[in-house]
């Protein structure tokens, strides 16, 4: 069988260099054309996340193209959330009642440096830098490019077009600004942005907090977290209001009024950030939202993938173990379709989107519960109870953050209808005193099971009456 010769990816972030190496793996010829300068010889991180969440699908798209030994070295284990108060006082909330299951920090600009390098070691992969597409053709197959070296255009003609170009993506533009098929997209976007910061190392190198967890400072409407870096710094994230609340975006506009803010909610945090005040104006205030769209595809040519498809806001860590999850699944539909594009795409949107639609909506949802709820009794409850529970049935009881986080082979819009029902069956019988959390846990096991069945049978009933 003979593969389409020239296959063209936009964008060359995590997912469109993940895609380039599987491609060229599989034994195609590959062109990726990215707007940027080369990571790997310039630092263009600002404003973007320095450090992301890698989980087990991360994990399990390493497997797939055969670097796991290369990037797991590049991991910090976080094995669980360090919630601080207002009183500087702090308790771990582990992830997990399973001793191996915990996330891991991983710089951005190293990762990304792993997978082009790898990529370009096959001869059929080219990566092209410093040219921005302005536009594309989706009837013709034509990108058009403009090169910041030489301030012309130049075009490119591809059998087939994969958008990798993040949220803001220019093939998705295409799609609704040619107006050539029906085409929904929505971007949503939260109240609240988020502004970068740095704990920087000791002078020996060494970690000024708990190198290994998730440090979070939840305040009801707003919160900050921190991931380790492996030089010894931690990567801090304010997420913010823009304009409500007694201190928001909009009016922090001074070194003492920013230094105020800090000092009253965060003083544990002050002594840990020696350049607090020259950081937060230095550094650039960037929205969170969501995007969803459909199709994905246009006939057998064009085709979106990763955050170009499915941006997510970034509360449950997982917007790159999702586009990772993407190209896994893609080359799964490829093994069975490979050669008919035009039912790759569609096998693959099939697939795929439920699955990205429900971790954009889980995202949401954690949002809340990491800035109102993890500090609240009853949900420190709840978690307890789930805790104990995976510890005493670890092959029985999964959270709902497990089977996400963990269970790289539940697919997401399970874990989010089964983990919902059970996430209101513990909080049911936690309210309504029906469960005594001293009690027999094989008692309690029982009880929930059977709540969350009950659960999910109403919400199967609740779906057939619609339909």
Known sequence: MKKKENILIVGAGLCGSLLALRLGQRGYKVTVMESRPDLRKVDISVGRSINLAFSDRGIKAMNMV?????????????????????????????????????????????????LLTEAEEHEAVDIVFNKECTGIDIEENIATFHCYETKKEM?????????????????????YLERKFLFSYSQNFLNHGYKELSIPATKTGGFRTEKNALHIWPRGNFM????????????????????????????????????????????????LIPELTTEYFENPTAPLGTVKCSPWSYKNNTLLMGD????????????????????????????QYEGDWEKVFKVYEKTRKKDTDAIADLAIDNYYEMRDHVA????????????????????????????????????????????????????????????????????????????????????????????
Not at 313 to 322: E, I, L
Not at 429 to 434: C, K, T, V
């Open 66 to 114: 055969g670097l796991t030994d290369k990037v797991m070295p590049l991991c910090i284990p976080m094995r669980g959330r360090l919630v601080h108060d207002v009183q500087g006082n702090t308790f771990m909330a582990n992830y997990s009642g399973r001793e191996d299951e915990y996330i891991n920090s991983i710089s951005r600009g190293d990762l990304n440096s792993l």
């Open 155 to 175: 075009q490119l003609k591809a059998d087939v077009i994969i958008g990798t170009d993040g949220a803001g993506s220019i093939l998705r533009k295409s799609y």
């Open 224 to 271: 900050i977290i921190a991931l380790p870096n492996l030089d010894g710094s931690f990567t801090v994230t304010l997420f913010l209001s823009y304009d409500e609340g007694e201190y928001n975006f909009n009016n922090l506009t001074t070194k003492e009024i920013v230094q105020e803010f800090f000092e009253k909610e965060f003083p544990d945090l002050v002594p």
């Open 308 to 335: 170009a498809a499915h941006a997510i806001v970034p509360f449950y860590g997982q917007g790159m173990n999702a586009s990772f999850e993407d190209v896994v699944v893609l080359n799964e539909v490829l093994d």
């Open 376 to 467: 609240n009794p009853i949900f420190k409850e709840k978690r307890k109870l789930e805790i104990d529970l995976e510890k005493a049935f670890p092959e029985t009881y999964f959270s709902k953050y497990s089977m996400v986080t963990f269970n790289e082979d539940i697919p997401y819009s399970k874990a989010m209808e089964i983990g919902r029902a059970q996430d209101k069956a513990l909080l049911n019988l936690i309210i309504d005193d029906e469960i005594d959390t001293t009690a027999d846990l094989q008692e309690i096991l029982k009880k929930v099971q059977e709540e969350t069945n009950e659960i999910l049978d109403e919400d199967n009933v609740a779906k057939t009456m619609k339909h």
